[in-house]
């Protein structure tokens, strides 16, 4: 008995040894993650003492000496002789901070998320494939091998993240790696295409065609070009009205015949208004420097890692500043000593469906221009964890992939089934040229040369220089198609319906030196209806680029400080029309009205008339739409932009929409919408924050968070941070979305150009590092860090805390 009492806790201790040091299925070895020699304590970062240090380290494939320089933030300064050890020290230090976060977005943008979480992510990895992102990627990657400055920049990235990653041992694995239990890979330039083409699958994917072809059938054409007009009642474009045009149009492709998809219905991703972007630039004689300054704050999903990079990059012919996406050579958002650029989205519609008529259950062949055509098979295998390998099969026409046949259920993000898609993001491109030309330019001439290379996601591209241009030109590569092609689903055996070649770059929207002294872009439609060419029916809303516009025009001796000021306005331009609109319909004793009237249009943190406006706004467009354009599973539809909701309350107060079609032996009057949901919006706010009082700020309805890449990840994550703005507010920050990257820069004619940026995370990757989240307070409180531009390693600065040398090995 004794001998069992001394061996069962020893059996008991090896037994849950074995267990904590194992993986089961898809749950990590937690014994391995607690370890304090292997686990997540050895990723804590030991903090910066202040003094200055000196560092070496040897790294394969180096053909000279690197030089770097951090300074106070964690931002690499790198110092190279040639491009290769430019671009191959580029790669080892960003892998160095965000190597997880790199791999994680290339998995993802690869359909390869199941490797790691097992088949839960098998459905999300076929939508990835089946869209054709990898497919995309391998086509890009092509044209990007084609230039041989990319080329080099591509394969020098990928030996630098490389190098990085054969330094690791288990033991000082990124903390995500020991959460999820895996190991990293050996880095390929093919990854740094697909994270490109991630972009387009973020910026460049959403799809309201099917949407729209089902509000088509139900009420026809009258209605549906009525509802969802072709370009808002109120608008101020990109493209100022009235600038000239310094081009011959090309011919327009004749009309296709009319298809209104009736093949069967399913949800289709929409667009997200949120995911957006400003940008402008003011020329000198608006500047108290008379010197040109350009701004830009990118809005995409918050997250930690933060999605940005910054870094400097000097070389022999290259002096570049600003910030780039772990995953990708070069800067993509910056400024060099003659020029600086930055970029916002365009939302053009560059991707439509085509019903397929197969020949037979074989899907081998498809019915096109009055004949059968053979369809290309794609074999996507799935390697999933813990258990067996899936593969699929892929068909394509000449139109590109068939995501979901006729039989199938799509995936959550809901593509209409059988019909094949036509998306520019499957193009062969040379995006990395663009802006490997972009950190080397210094004039006007130089920046349209490299913006001839790019193809998509299409962006607005901003410039400025120190001869004083300043320019915007809404580029990418451009579908030559009919008025309204692509609006709705198309018929895939017509060849009328097909993308007729591509709008001649030349040709693309432009505008340089206007006589308003300022460009800008937010998002919203590129031109006013005189442009010949069709770009797409429906863009962010217009208030954003109103209130900039405004604002800009206004606007004279200009500082980077006004202009920080106006990335942070919260003024909130849609009240302005509508509110009054609205309390003329409303008859309320409670308090909130009064609050209401009282607010001052600011969407500021602490404001509770912008909590009531906004949610007051959203209930309305469900009772007045929702009746007639519930978006159900069966026959889902769009419900009408708020700009044409403002027309109906200003001009139609006895439309027929104002009517819930749902109650019986009731007609609802325009007055009976607009009250009952004001007064339902309030019975929301008291169910979720209590009584009328200071819960009810903004920031507390609005919960902005900058959440970790891994869902559910609070632990890691930044939540409930007090800010303003709003989706339609310049300051355009919601509760999963904002400006990620802030920055400003002055140009100078002879001196250092003035630059200053902020983004809401921190340079490292790493939990452990005082430098993950160590931005976000600052840019919560709309301010900016100065940025540290130098010319040579041995420059000093107060602001250098750590210098590096890579040596050859």
């Given amino acids: 008995m004794n001998l069992v009492k001394k061996v069962f806790p020893l059996l008991i201790t090896l037994c849950v040894t074995y267990v904590l040091s194992n993986s089961w299925g898809t749950i990590p070895p937690f014994g391995k993650f607690l370890s304090p020699f292997h686990g997540f304590w050895v990723n804590a ?145 093919i990854k740094s295409a697909l994270f490109l083409k991630n972009m387009s699958f973020v910026l460049a994917s959403g799809t309201d065609d099917l949407k729209m072809t089902n509000i088509l059938r139900q009420y026809g054409r009258e209605v549906a070009e009525d509802l969802f007009p072709n370009y808002p009642f109120e608008e101020s474009p990109i493209i100022p009205s009235g600038s000239p045009i310094d081009f011959k149009p090309v011919p327009i492709p004749a009309s296709p015949k009319d298809f209104m998809g009736l093949g069967s219905a399913m949800k289709t991703p929409e667009k997200d208004p949120n995911i957006g972007s400003n940008n402008w630039a003011v020329s000198g ?100 964890k813990g258990k067996k390998d899936f593969v699929d099969t892929v068909f394509f026409t000449h139109h590109g992939p068939v995501v979901y046949l006729s039989h199938e259920k799509a995936f959550k993000s809901n593509i209409p089934v059988g019909h094949a898609l036509r998306w520019i993001a499957h193009e062969k491109s040379q995006e990395l040229t663009t802006f490997y030309k972009l950190n080397r ?52 055996t017509d060849p009328a319906a097909d993308w007729q070649g591509f709008i001649p770059q030349a040709h693309n929207p432009h505008v340089k030196n206007p006589v308003r002294g300022f460009v800008s872009s937010a998002n919203q439609f590129s031109t006013d209806p005189a442009y010949p060419y069709y770009l797409g029916w429906q863009y962010a809303p217009s208030e954003r680029g109103r209130r900039i516009n405004e604002r800009l025009a206004a606007m004279s001796k200009i500082t980077v400080d006004s202009l920080r000021g106006l990335q942070n306005d919260n003024y909130n331009i849609r009240a302005r029309k509508l509110l009054p609109l609205l309390l003329a319909q ?98 929301t706010l008291k169910k979720h924050h209590g009584p009328l009082g200071a819960e009810w700020a903004w920031h507390k309805q609005k919960e902005t968070g900058v959440r970790h890449l891994i869902p559910g990840m609070d632990a890691l994550s930044r939540l409930h941070i007090p800010v303003g703005g709003g989706g339609s507010i310049v300051n355009a920050t919601t509760t999963r979305t904002g400006p990620s990257w802030r920055f400003i820069v002055e140009l100078s004619k002879k001196g250092t150009p003035k630059g200053f940026g902020i983004y809401p995370g921190g340079q490292s990757g790493n939990p452990g590092s005082a430098h993950y989240d160590d931005l976000i307070d600052t840019w919560a409180k709309g301010e900016l860090k100065p940025l540290l531009y130098l010319d040579q390693p041995t420059q000093s600065s107060n602001r250098i805390r750590k210098k590096l040398t890579l040596s050859v090995q």
């Fill in 45 to 189: 970062e030991a903090p910066e003492t202040g003094e200055p240090t000196d560092e070496n380290l040897q790294i394969p494939g180096l053909q000279k000496p690197v030089k770097v320089v951090y300074d106070e933030m964690g931002i690499p300064h790198i110092f190279a002789e040639n491009d290769h050890d430019l671009y191959l020290a580029q790669g080892y230090l960003t892998a160095k901070d965000r190597l997880w976060q790199m791999e994680f977005q290339t998995h993802f943008a690869g359909g390869r998320i199941s490797e790691i979480v097992g088949d839960k992510g098998l459905a999300s990895d076929q939508f990835q494939r089946r869209m054709g992102s990898v497919y995309g990627a391998e086509q890009s990657f092509e044209g990007m091998k084609a230039d041989p400055q990319a080329k080099v920049a591509l394969e020098a990235y990928s030996d630098g993240v490389n190098a990085y990653i054969n330094s690791l041992d288990e033991r000082n694995l990124p903390l995500e790696y020991k959460l999820l239990n895996y190991s990293p890979e050996p880095w390929s330039p």
């Fill in 285 to 384: 004689n608006k500047t108290v420097s008379g010197m040109p300054i350009l701004a830009n704050d990118p809005h995409l999903t918050l997250s930690l890692p933060s999605i940005w990079y910054q870094v400097q990059l000097v070389a022999p012919g290259v002096n570049v500043y600003g910030s780039t996406m772990p995953g990708t050579p070069n800067v993509i958002t910056g400024f060099n000593k003659d020029i600086a650029w930055g970029v916002t989205n365009v939302g053009s519609d560059v991707l439509d469906w085509y019903q397929v008529k197969f020949k037979d259950a074989s899907k081998l062949e498809y019915w096109h221009g009055g004949q059968w055509k053979k369809t290309k098979l794609r074999i996507e295998t799935f390697k999933i």
């Fill in 441 to 492: 330019a210094k004039n006007y001439a130089d920046y349209t040369e490299a913006l001839t290379y790019y193809s998509a996601p299409a962006q607005n591209f901003v410039f400025a220089s120190n001869e004083g241009d300043i320019a915007l030109w809404v580029n990418g590569k451009f579908p030559l198609k009919s008025k309204l092609q692509g609006k709705y689903l198309m018929d895939g």
């Fill in 586 to 683: 409303v008859d309320s004793k409670d308090k909130a009205l009064d609050e209401l009237k009282r607010w001052n249009l600011q969407n500021s943190a602490e404001s509770v008339g912008a909590t009531i406006f906004e949610t007051w706004v959203l209930t309305l467009q469900s009772f007045l739409w929702d009746d007639e354009f519930d978006s159900d599973e069966k026959v889902p539809m769009n419900r009408p932009a708020m700009d044409r909701t403002i027309h109906l309350v200003e001009h139609e107060g006895a439309a027929r929409w104002w009517d819930n079609v749902k109650t019986k032996n009731k007609k609802e009057t325009m007055r009976d919408i607009i009250s009952g949901s004001f007064q339902a919006a309030l019975d």
